[in-house]
Antibody, heavy 118, light 110 residues
């Protein structure tokens, strides 16, 4: 069974850091792009970042560029999102989702809540 | 302000048909495939349509997608109460080098 499980969310002060993890099972992430997408409760979906299957090619939304870093460990079948210099506006539920050959986001994790507040 | 424009809400009676529009530009919808997702409160989004008009296995043929130029449309026939959800369109934007979503459309089944 294909599963994506996010972890690492929590409460952090402005300017702080968090590292989110997205652990995959039932498939190998080495064949998939993996994306991070966030959603403020009650609001719409906002794309954050993506990592190509080989882990070399990445992309980021302008709002997080220079602060967030996506990485992956294909051996552990896990993708990470290192979030630095966090701001209140980064508060959201963060989902990871997989993507393959224009079959985007067929599986999503359950999400992990990140709250940036003093 | 989302890069892709969707109506905030649509409504229709049970059993009827509804369409949800998604308007973009040359750098996103015109150039790339569009996908659609629906999301029930408190749950992760679910893929409904990919590559403009294809349905994943398990998605009933009541759901359909189309694309023309810089716009895409999701159609739902035979509306059911269980279809009440938020619906999002999405695609890659070549100019932004980013995935973009519509702002979402809340479907109410009367």
């Amino acid at each position: 069974e294909v599963q994506l499980v996010e972890s690492g969310g929590g409460l952090v002060q402005p300017g702080g850091s968090l590292r989110l993890s997205c652990a995959a099972s039932g498939f190998s992430i080495s064949s998939y792009w993996i994306h991070w997408i966030r959603q403020v409760p009650g609001k719409g979906l906002v794309w954050v970042s993506r990592s190509k299957s080989d882990g070399i090619e990445t992309a980021y939304a302008d709002s997080v560029k220079g602060r967030f870093t996506i990485s992956r460990d294909n051996a552990k079948n896990t993708v990470y999102l290192q979030m630095n210099s966090l701001r209140a506006e980064d508060t959201a539920v963060y989902y990871c989702a997989r993507d393959h050959d224009w079959y985007p986001f067929d599986y999503w994790g359950q999400g992990t809540l990140v709250t940036v507040s003093s | 302000q989302s890069v892709l424009t969707q109506p905030p809400s649509v409504s229709a009676a049970a059993g009827q048909k509804v369409t949800i529009s998604c308007s973009g530009s040359r750098s996103n919808i015109r150039k790339n495939y569009v996908s659609w997702y629906h999301q029930l409160p408190g749950t992760a989004p679910k893929l409904l349509i990919y590559q403009n008009d294809k349905r994943p296995s398990g998605i009933p043929d009541r759901f359909s997608g189309s694309k023309s130029g810089t716009s895409a449309t999701l159609g739902i026939t035979g509306l059911q109460i269980g279809d009440e959800a938020d619906y999002y369109c999405g695609t890659w934007d070549d100019s932004l080098n980013a995935w973009v979503f519509g702002g979402g459309t809340k479907l109410t089944v009367l």
